[in-house]
């Protein structure tokens, strides 16, 4: 008798918890209210994003403001400087990025249940990678018989004029690998002199880059690997290489902005992003996923796949980006 009443005991038990996760998880999906959502993603795959949010949680509007990463920093900025930064959620290009957030106390603490599907070196307690991207080369296969196999073939004389590359003055990620190229013994700024000296046109985004190498303006660029996965599905006559002497890689991380005046929503906006749910969604819009288990798309390596990746100091990075970028400017204004 006393095992009937122990099992029915638990019958309810079980039940009533069941019942209470249920109205919990009901009560979240009932969040209503609207998030502004900073990001560099290109517009389509920021809309998809929301798109798949919505289906989720209908009663939220997220509003979205999209631009390059340098250029949404210097939003963020002039915002924080009239005395209220108006974004809930940042996503944009590198850690290096929310490591200036981060100091200056414009981040919010905050760790996803989400993180411990991600490896530890991509989340920190303000801000978490959403993906890998990958920096290589991409070229015209109609133009070019033979696929480049290192950055050589950036300051090989013989390529004068036939060369891409997205500016750092606008691009996060362009900004990052300037900061790891310059950083690394093979490269330093020599390499970015030498590449200077073969004119290479120097575009506002990676986008612009993929643009003119695949219209056959130009023979190579130099080139975040989705996009180029995503022009071969379409037909262009492109291809990707992982340089062998070294490959730049970010994350894309996201966090919530300290000023948000709707932590609650901005948590389940961060949560979704690197859930199950929308980590496949990165991979169904041609992303690595940064969260474990999820396959990349046919077509890019996994960070582990990836031979030679290239690092750099992250503190160093972030103190001498805006030296690096005037650098820059100064050199190729020549």
Do not use: H
């Amino acid at each position: 008798m006393k095992k009937i009443v122990k099992l029915l005991i638990a019958t309810i038990f079980l039940g009533c918890l069941s019942s209470l996760n249920t109205i919990y998880a009901q009560g979240n999906n009932n969040l209503s209210g609207e998030i502004e959502f900073y990001t560099s993603q290109p517009d389509e795959d920021a809309a998809k994003l929301v798109e798949a949010f919505n289906q989720k949680y209908p009663d939220i509007k997220v509003n979205i403001f999209r631009s390059g990463t340098e250029e949404v920093v210097s939003k963020i900025n002039a915002e924080e400087q009239a005395g209220q930064v108006l974004a809930d959620v940042v996503l944009l290009a590198d850690a290096v990025t929310f490591e200036g957030f981060k100091s200056r106390d414009l981040l919010l603490n905050y760790v996803s249940p989400e993180a411990s599907e991600i490896d530890s070196q991509y989340v920190d307690d303000y801000y978490t990678g959403t993906k890998i991207l990958a920096t290589g080369i991409v070229y015209n296969t109609d133009l070019v018989s033979e696929a480049p196999e290192s950055w050589e073939t950036f300051t090989n004389e013989a390529n004068k004029d036939l060369l891409a590359m997205p500016s750092p003055l606008y691009s996060g990620a362009a900004a990052y690998n300037l900061g790891v190229l310059t950083r690394n013994d093979e490269f330093g700024w020599d390499f970015y002199k030498a590449l200077q000296a073969n004119n290479p046109l120097v575009t506002k985004g990676n986008g612009g880059v993929l643009e003119n190498v695949a219209s056959g303006e130009k023979q190579y660029g130099m080139i975040v690997d989705y996009l180029v996965q995503r022009a071969v599905n379409d037909g262009s006559p492109v291809a990707f290489v992982y340089p062998k002497n070294g490959v730049p890689v970010i994350t894309e991380p996201i966090g919530i902005m300290q000023s948000t005046e709707e932590e609650e929503i901005a948590k389940a906006f961060v949560d979704f992003v690197l859930s199950q749910e929308g980590q496949e969604l990165q991979a169904e819009l041609g992303y690595v996923p940064i969260r474990k288990g999820i396959q990349a798309p046919e077509g890019l390596k996994a960070v582990d796949e990836i031979e030679n990746v290239l690092t750099a100091d992250m503190k160093e990075l972030f103190e001498n980006r805006e030296s690096d970028k005037e650098e820059f400017d100064q050199l190729f204004a020549q």
